[in-house]
């Protein structure tokens, strides 16, 4: 059964920098495009950052680009996201998923990937506040 497990949310000052991982197990790893997503209270579950399946095209939410970074490590089947200079914001919950299309598109180059199946993490929550 594929589970995925987040780790390394919490409490964090503005500016300074978290990292979150995500580890999987009961699946492929190396078949599955991987994303991070946040959902805040009352809000719907949007994307913040996706990597392709082998780590060479990752795309992110346009308010992250240039702050976070995503990288997978298929021998250790996990996804990390690192995050910088974090801003104040409203509390969320950081989500992994597995399968998800992650789409790339620049210019006329566009990448698309996605798995017939996909799962989700149980979630870890960020809080960024003074």
């Known amino acids: ?41 009352g809000k719907e579950r949007e994307l913040v950052a996706g990597i392709s399946k082998g780590g060479s095209y990752t795309t992110y939410k346009d308010a992250v680009k240039g702050r976070f970074t995503i990288s997978r490590d298929n021998a250790k089947n996990s996804v990390l996201l690192q995050m910088t200079h974090l801003k ?32 989700w993490g149980q979630g870890t929550q960020v809080t960024v506040s003074s």
């Open 1 to 41: 059964q594929a589970q995925l497990v987040e780790s390394g949310g919490g409490l964090a000052q503005p500016g300074v920098s978290l990292r979150l991982s995500c580890a999987a197990s009961g699946l492929d790893f190396a078949n599955y495009p991987m994303s991070w997503y946040r959902q805040a209270p």
């Open 88 to 119: 104040r914001d409203a509390p969320a919950v950081y989500y992994c998923n597995a399968g998800a299309e992650v789409t790339v598109s620049s210019g006329s180059f566009q990448f698309t990937e996605r798995h017939e199946s996909d799962y």
